[in-house]
């Protein structure tokens, strides 16, 4: 069973810095990428970054992008570190997993297959 477990969302001010993790299970991690969404309240599932584990590579939004890095460990875990937030940044975040072979687009929602619980993430002004 693939279970991905979300934790470090919170509350910050403008300016400051949280840490995600996705602890992830049930995956083979060679054959499967790792990304972030976020969804604020009213509006669609938005992309936010992608890890493709077996590469190492990475995909940003340009809203993230030098503000957001994205990154995996041994221990199956990916980490979204966030930086500088700004108060457009609150949402709720998840994250996904989605098979690196077959998938489609790497910032479309629809094209992934597991997904997290989510955390809450409210940047203050």
């Known amino acids: 069973e693939v279970q991905l477990v979300e934790s470090g969302g919170g509350l910050v001010q403008a300016g400051g810095s949280l840490r995600l993790s996705c602890a992830a299970s049930g995956l083979t991690f060679d054959d499967h990428a790792i990304g972030w969404f976020r969804q604020a309240p009213g509006k669609e599932r938005e992309f936010v970054a992608v890890l493709i584990w077996r590469f190492g590579s990475t995909v940003y939004a340009d809203s993230v992008k030098g503000r957001f890095t994205i990154s995996g460990d041994n221990a199956n875990t990916v980490y979204l570190q966030m930086n500088n937030l700004k108060p457009e940044d609150t949402a709720v975040y998840y994250c996904?997993?989605?098979?690196?072979?077959?998938?489609?687009?790497?910032?479309?929602?629809?094209?992934?297959?597991?997904w997290g619980q989510g955390t809450q993430v409210t940047v203050s002004s």
């Open positions: 996904a997993a989605v098979d690196r072979r077959t998938i489609i687009s790497w910032r479309d929602a629809s094209s992934y297959d597991y």
